[in-house]
Nanobody, 115 residues
C-alpha cells in the first residue's frame, strides 16, 4: 500500500523558516518524480515544486528563491525547506507522488505564517 506521511508544519512568524518532510512507503521511491502541493483556506490545490528521480527541480514562481525541494532516496524521504515565509504561504502542504498534483497524496501538514 502506497503511503505518504508529511510532517514538520507549524506556526511561524513572517520571515521565518520551516522544513517539511514526507516519509514514503509502499513503492520504489527512487524511481518516482515527487511534488509538493498546497491548499490555502477556501482555495484549490496549488502546485509548489517538483523533483525527479535524479534531482532535477522546478518551482512555482510564487516560491522560487525561497523554497527548496530535495530528496533522500536512501531514506525514502522528500523534503521542502521553506524560507522567508509570508502570510500568503499559509496552507495545508501535501506531498504527492508524480506531478503536478500526483496520483497519491498524503494527509498533509499545516503551515501557518502569522505574527
Amino acid at each position: 500500500e502506497v503511503q505518504l506521511v508529511e510532517s514538520g508544519g507549524g506556526l511561524v512568524q513572517p520571515g521565518g523558516s520551516l522544513r517539511l518532510s514526507c516519509a514514503a512507503s509502499g513503492f520504489t521511491f527512487k524511481y518516482y518524480t515527487m511534488s509538493w502541493v498546497r491548499q490555502a483556506p477556501g482555495k484549490g490545490l496549488e502546485w509548489v515544486s517538483t523533483i525527479n528521480g535524479v534531482g532535477s527541480t522546478a518551482y512555482a514562481d510564487s516560491v522560487k528563491g525561497r523554497f527548496t525541494i530535495s530528496r533522500d532516496n536512501a531514506k525514502n524521504t522528500l523534503y521542502l525547506q521553506l524560507n522567508s515565509l509570508k502570510a500568503e504561504d499559509t496552507a495545508m502542504y501535501f506531498c504527492a507522488r508524480g506531478e503536478p498534483y500526483g496520483d497519491k497524496r498524503g494527509p498533509g501538514t499545516q503551515v501557518t505564517v502569522s505574527s
